[in-house]
Every structure is written in C-alpha cells, then in structure tokens.
C-alpha cells in the first residue's frame, strides 16, 4: 500500500534534479551552454520516439519496430534524394512506406491478436532487412547539399537549436490530444481495461491502429531531426541500445507497462533524468560497455517497481498484454 501511495513520477524528478546538482558540481564543463544544449538536444530526440512509445504503452502495448523505422525510413529518404528524385516524391514514398508499417502493427495486433511485441520485432527487422539489402548500399546515407534538413539543422532561432522547439510542440499536441481530446481518454480507458472499453463501444480496434500509426509517424519526425542533427543518417543505431532507451524512458518515467497510466509529463520527466545521465558518463568517460550496464540494471529495477507501483490484474493477464 505504501508502494501504491508513491508518485513515481516526483521521485524521478528529485532523483534527476540531485544528479544535475552533483553533475554540475563535479564535473568540469557541465554547466557549459553548449553542453547544457547538447542534453536538451539528445533528449529531444528521445523523448519523440519515447512520446510515440508512451502512446503505445498507455494503451496495453509496445513497439519494437520504432528504431528500425526511425533509421530505415530516414535513410530510404535521403538515398532516394541522392538518386535525383524530386523530394516530394521521394517524401511521399518513404512517409506511406512508413504509415503502412504503422497499420500493419496495428491490424495485426488488434484484428489478428498477435502480440504486440512480436509483431513489431518482426516489421522492424524486416524493415531493416529490405531497405539494407534493396535499397541501400551503405550503412550511412547523406542529406544532400543545400537540402532544408540542412537548413533546419542548422536552425538557431533564439540561440536554440530548432530541433528542441520541435520536440516541445509534439509534447504540446500529445498533451493536448490525451488529455483534451475524446481518442485521447478513450487510449486510457483501453488501457485500463480494453473488453470493458469495447463493451461500452468505444472503437478499440481502430484507436490501437491509429496509436501504432502515431507511434511510425513519431519515429520519423525523430529520424529526420536526427538527420538534421548529424547531417546524414546511420542505420547501425537499429543494433544500438536506444530502443532500451526509449522504453527506459517510459517506464522510470512512471508510464505503467500495465497500461491506463501516465502521459506526457512522465515522458519529459524520464527523458531528462536518462538524457542528463549519459551525458554525465559521457563526461566522466565511462566505457561503452559499462554505461550499457548501467542503464540495463536501471531499466531492471524501473521494471520491478512498476510492477510493484501497477499490479498486472487479472484482465491484463487474460489479454496476454506485452
């Protein structure tokens, strides 16, 4: 009960503030401002593709697909660009490329009753599949010269880079849209119990769908930021940890893996803490390897106490959730 009565997410807040005090107390170069805009920065690009997974997740989900379409999609874009296509067709194709993936997570789960996780393992290592061994030659595609990723990149309006501003208006319209909106309560109440939801008539099918869609178009909005970012796109982060991160980020954020819980301030408050963390290693210098180490341990210990703080009950038990 005691464990019940905790906020996950004020916890993780005071955990990320003492850790920027003892970061910028410690450690040289940290209260930089190019360093401080290096954070805000990676965790904008985190934490789109965790408010993506955070709709997903709220909804009794998840999706592994999302850093293989991140990638792929981004690099399929710029290879065509570099092929001579026009960019409108060549982002018309790459963007229904990703929509359909999208549906196809969502039709299979919610029509078919596969579940989730390996619904979107599968997609996302076919979408890494074809676009490497059909479409692309290399593992890094360029963005073009004078392209306007480029440009947005480059973007500094108010001495910040566009792509935080970016990232704040997509934390905006999930707000909105969860907390405003009719599709917004019906993902909670899905969430929370989807045979009562559906009993009710509420269109749970259709909203999973769309949520897996929403969750494809996040992932390419990062993809392009990152992109912009480090002007061309690698498509080796599919074999990199940062869809543990992503999912690192919803769940010690304080987004309930049994679903019905959380929003867009767990996703902020979680990006932080893991954005001023790497960073903080990255500073001290801290192998690869053991960072790697210590975010797996943290993600085991966030999974436990969300398993603590949400009890699965016995309706989560009888959908097969995650």
């Known amino acids: 009960m005691l464990l019940r ?4 997410a004020r916890i993780v807040l005071a955990i990320t503030v003492a850790i920027f005090i003892a970061a910028a107390l410690g450690l040289p170069g940290f209260l930089d401002p190019g360093n401080l805009i290096a954070i805000v920065r990676s965790i904008s690009v985190l934490g789109i593709l965790a408010l993506g997974m955070a709709l997903v997740v709220i909804g009794r989900g998840i999706d592994l697909s999302m850093v293989a379409v991140m990638a792929m999609s981004v690099a399929w874009y710029l290879h065509l660009l570099n092929a001579g296509w026009g960019d409108h067709a060549a982002l018309g194709v790459t963007l229904g490329a990703v929509l359909l993936i999208g549906a196809i997570n969502g039709v ?3 029509y078919a009753e596969v579940p989730a996780i390996f619904v979107t393992l599968a997609t996302g290592s076919f979408a890494f599949g074809f676009v490497r061994s059909q479409v692309i030659t290399s593992d890094a595609v360029n963005v ?3 392209h306007w ?3 947005l990149g480059q973007m500094r309006p108010g001495g910040v880079p566009a792509d935080i501003y970016v990232f704040l208006c997509l934390a905006v319209a999930a707000f909105l849209f969860l907390r405003f909106t009719k599709w917004g309560r019906y993902v909670y109440y899905a969430g929370d119990n989807p045979v009562a939801a559906r009993n009710s008539g509420m269109p749970v099918r259709p909203m999973l769908v769309l949520r897996y869609v929403i969750a494809a178009l996040s992932a390419f909005v990062a993809g392009l930021l990152t992109a912009a970012s480090l002007q061309s796109i690698n498509t080796r982060v599919v074999n990199s940890t940062l869809l543990y991160d992503i999912v690192l980020v919803a769940v010690i954020g ?3 893996l049994s679903g019905g819980k959380g929003g867009v301030r767990n996703v902020l408050i979680g990006a932080a803490l893991i954005g ?3 960073n903080a290693m990255t500073i001290l210098d801290i192998p690869q390897l053991y960072q790697n180490l210590i ?3 943290i993600l085991l210990v966030a999974i436990v106490v969300d398993g603590l703080l949400n009890p699965r009950d016995e309706q989560t038990a009888q959908q097969g959730d995650i």
């Open 108 to 110: 299979l789960v919610a």
């Open 254 to 256: 304080g987004i309930g």
């Open 5 to 8: 009565n905790l906020d996950q």
């Open 144 to 146: 073009p010269a004078r």
């Open 276 to 278: 001023i963390m790497l």
């Open 295 to 297: 975010k797996s341990t």
């Open 149 to 151: 990723i480029l440009t």
